[in-house]
């Protein structure tokens, strides 16, 4: 069977356009996290929080971290930034870590040191190039999670 060009072409244009809207919506949320932490922090209630951002105070609580009831000790969380999976998207599984599409994108390879290993595949040493501090990823797990997430579009 052979597929229509035409129809291929039009869903990969909206293919591309999804993959763009989805790291445009994960930046968002990640930048409005941000936000309402340094306004908590710098002394802004939830409530005021809520108000000026015209957002129920749950919404504000899940940014904060501090949801009314406490966190489940199975929340998934990014190990680079330590944003929580409800607030960064999708989410990348290593063997005992995650990652963002936000760190995928942001993380730049530095060449790597005796004893760093990549907390994705376990490889490491001086010749392999790694980026973040601690944990550590690879360029090759960095550049297969950045595919994946790419693939990992939500319908």
Do not use: K, W
């Given at each position: 069977?052979?597929?229509?060009?035409?129809?291929?072409?039009?869903?990969?244009?909206?293919?591309?356009?999804?993959?763009?809207?989805?790291?445009?919506?994960?930046?968002?949320?990640?930048?409005?996290?941000?936000?309402?932490?340094?306004?908590?922090?710098?002394?802004?209630?939830?409530?005021?929080?809520?108000?000026?951002?015209?957002?129920?105070?749950?919404?504000?609580?899940?940014?904060?971290?501090?949801?009314?009831?406490?966190?489940?000790?199975?929340?998934?969380?990014?190990?680079?930034?330590?944003?929580?999976?409800?607030?960064?998207?999708?989410?990348?599984?290593?063997?005992?870590?995650?990652?963002?599409?936000?760190?995928?994108?942001?993380?730049?390879?530095?060449?790597?040191?005796?004893?760093?290993?990549?907390a994705f595949c376990?490889?490491?040493?001086?010749?392999?190039?790694?980026?973040?501090?601690?944990?550590?990823?690879?360029?090759?797990?960095?550049?297969?999670?950045?595919?994946?997430?790419?693939?990992?579009?939500?319908?």
């Amino acid at each position: 069977m052979s597929l229509d060009r035409v129809v291929l072409a039009v869903a990969d244009r909206a293919r591309v356009r999804l993959e763009r809207a989805t790291a445009e919506a994960d930046d968002a949320r990640h930048e409005l996290a941000e936000a309402v932490r340094s306004l908590h922090r710098a002394g802004g209630s939830v409530e005021e929080i809520s108000a000026a951002l015209h957002l129920d105070p749950y919404r504000i609580r899940l940014h904060l971290g501090t949801r009314e009831a406490p966190e489940d000790p199975g929340t998934l969380r990014c190990a680079f930034c330590g944003g929580a999976e409800y607030q960064v998207g999708h989410l990348v599984a290593g063997p005992s870590v995650h990652i963002c599409r936000r760190c995928v994108t942001s993380l730049v390879p530095h060449p790597g040191h005796v004893g760093a290993r990549c907390a994705f595949c376990g490889h490491g040493g001086a010749h392999l190039p790694l980026a973040g501090g601690d944990p550590h990823i690879c360029s090759s797990c960095l550049d297969a999670s950045s595919h994946i997430l790419a693939d990992n579009l939500t319908y």
